[in-house]
């Protein structure tokens, strides 16, 4: 678990952690796993250094005390372990007889079946994004996944030997190369859809300050500015889940973003836009408290 002040680029565990993850649950099924985990997410509770930072997340940010923040904090590893136990069952072909309520699919998303021009699909680290992913397939269209990883190589082959020949390609954003810019241009050109987390940057990427859940928090400006540099629309879409084996998926009514041509108007672009996510993002986490997976200082 990251306990530090600032996120640095990639998650902890990566692939060795996705492998261990695939053998426990191939041995020990979906059920059982969940009942190791508790012992697990109790452990984090009391030796990780990420939960002097969690419970600072649940104290300042939504009021609890004592030991209702407590509680709240083993849950948040909990839910987080089994939100990565699902993950990899789903990947692995793992039977799972998952339950997926949505909102907002057909109004908000059905139009990407055709689309006109590329999209982006923009959400954070909270719930579980590769749930809605399973759905979103049904969008006949080419997935391209942006993401900060030192060892995205490695992940997309084991990636690619689990989910087989789908519709998917990563785009990784590597340390003085700009290369993943033409390789966005020519996924927007070909109408195809861009899936991003708008919640975390790298040290020294540009950010836009937000008033988010009563304190100023920095947001990374890139999603922002490419939907306005491409002149591309921006949904908003989350999978939380509700219990054991539901969940619920959430699209958002589209952010149409204008291609920008000037300074000013790239501005105002940003700040509409970033203003709306943070709005949406804001509402999901105070339904989902305990699904907020920055295990950082996100307000620092």
Avoid at 9 to 23: A, N, Q, S
Avoid at 63 to 88: I, M, T
Wanted: net charge positive; charged share 25%.
């Amino acid at each position: 678990m990251p306990g530090n002040k600032k996120w640095e680029g990639r998650t902890k565990g990566g692939l060795t952690g996705h492998k261990i993850f695939v053998f426990i649950l191939k041995t020990f099924g979906l059920r059982i796993s969940y009942f190791f985990l508790r012992f697990v997410a109790f452990h984090f509770l009391i030796t990780a250094r990420s939960t002097k930072t969690s419970l600072r997340y649940f104290r300042q940010i939504h009021g609890y005390h004592g030991v209702k923040a407590w509680r709240a904090c083993y849950q948040n590893y909990y839910l987080f372990g089994q939100v990565l136990l699902d993950k990899v069952a789903l990947l692995s072909g793992i039977k799972t007889n998952f339950i997926i309520e949505h909102e907002g699919y057909e109004e908000n998303l059905k139009h990407l079946k055709d689309p006109q021009k590329g999209s982006i699909l923009l959400s954070a680290h909270v719930g579980n994004w590769e749930i809605a992913g399973q759905k979103l397939e049904r969008l006949e269209t080419k997935f391209n996944v942006l993401m900060y990883d030192n060892e995205v190589e490695h992940m997309k082959e084991f990636m690619s030997k689990i989910l087989g020949q789908k519709k998917f390609n990563v785009i990784a954003i590597r340390d003085g190369d700009m290369s993943h810019l033409v390789q966005l241009h020519e996924a927007f050109r070909n109408k195809e859809l861009l899936v991003m987390h708008g919640d975390r940057y790298l040290e020294g990427a540009e950010t836009i300050e937000k008033n988010f859940l009563g304190k100023p928090a920095k947001f990374p400006a890139g999603p922002f500015i490419m939907a306005a540099k491409f002149g591309v629309p921006i949904t908003v879409v989350f999978s939380m889940k509700d219990s054991t084996n539901r969940y619920h998926f959430y699209a958002r009514k589209a952010i149409e973003v204008k291609r920008a041509r000037t300074r000013e108007e790239m501005e105002v672009a940003i700040r509409a836009a970033s203003d709306m996510y943070v709005k949406d993002l804001e509402e999901i986490v105070k339904k989902y408290p305990t699904q907020w997976f920055n295990f950082y200082d996100f307000w620092a």
